[in-house]
């Protein structure tokens, strides 16, 4: 078991409220790259047991987290993967994973300001992913074994971008800076129940409008990890945004206002809580 954070730009591993940086547990420099870390996963149960508090770098309520992979390689995010969501959306049942990708720039950490770019950004609490070895052709019975544990996401959309014609721009729709909030941290798949089965939720200034199990998904994560590594060379600290419930604002008539703070939640990976500011509007040609 295990929780990877990141604390200053630097791989650390939570535990009881406190952090400990990888490098100083470790001795070794490289430890501190969160996208060594995540590749080195299996090391990082053992490095767990081991911790004792008074070895703490310090306490998590002293510092503000960025996302557990700041800068990932690749991020892949899956459209219509929860039989409700598809409902709301009028759309028909995807016959395979519809992939797009969110630019990494768009990440950020889990209490980052979001900036709106207009009038029709909208939310999707979703479950991410985070790959820990070199997956190529994988089969669905072997992919977990390639995943390094699950963090939560929200998929902050614009949707006028994302619709502004046909094919519609997905990727940049869902690009913007800051539109990636990810965290608090990556939580090891041996510390669930069962990983196929996570409660997430998400809820605008107070209002619950997400609420589902991931075992709702369509294409389960080893589905979507097998699926897209027969394609793509998954490599470690890959995001795959696995899909959003039903609950957006697309289906509410309802978007995301300035000064409206969105809270993501996941049964034990914890909340991202995410304060709306203004932001600058697309360029119009
Ligand atoms: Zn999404």
Redesign the pocket.
């Known amino acids: 078991m295990f929780r990877l954070i990141n604390v200053n730009n630097r791989a650390a591993l939570e535990k009881d409220g406190y952090y400990y940086d990888l490098e100083a547990l470790s001795g070794a420099a490289v430890w501190a790259d969160p996208l060594v870390a995540v590749s080195r996963f299996d090391e990082l149960h053992a490095l767990n047991e081991n911790l004792e508090p008074a070895a703490a770098t310090g306490k998590v309520s002293d510092v503000e987290l960025g996302a557990p992979i700041p800068l990932p390689r690749q991020v892949f995010?899956?459209?219509l993967n929860y039989h409700d969501h598809v409902g709301e959306t009028n759309a028909q049942l995807p016959p395979a994973p519809l992939t797009f990708t969110k630019y990494p720039s768009c990440i950020v950490g889990p209490t980052s300001n979001v900036e709106l770019s207009g009038e029709f950004v909208d939310w999707?609490v979703?479950l991410v992913a985070v790959v820990g070895k070199i997956a190529r052709s994988v089969s669905q019975h072997d992919a977990w074994q390639y995943v390094a544990g699950l963090t939560l996401g929200q998929?902050i959309?614009d949707r006028v971008v994302q619709r502004v014609g046909v094919p519609p721009q997905f990727s940049l729709g869902?690009s913007f800076s800051t539109f990636g909030p990810c965290g608090p941290a990556i939580v090891s798949l041996d510390s669930f129940a069962d990983p196929s089965d996570v409660e997430l939720w998400c809820e605008l200034d107070g209002e619950q409008v997400q609420r589902a199990r991931s075992s709702q998904m369509i294409f389960s994560i080893p589905a979507l990890v097998a699926y897209l590594s027969s394609i793509v060379t998954l490599l470690p600290g890959d995001l795959i945004?696995s899909?959003?419930p039903s609950g957006v604002g697309a289906a509410r008539g309802r978007y995301l206002r300035e000064g409206e703070t969105l809270t993501s939640g996941a049964e034990l990976i914890g909340t991202l809580r995410n304060r709306m500011v203004a932001g600058s509007p697309v360029l119009e040609l």
């Open positions: 995010a899956i459209g999707e979703e998929d959309s869902k945004f899909g959003t």
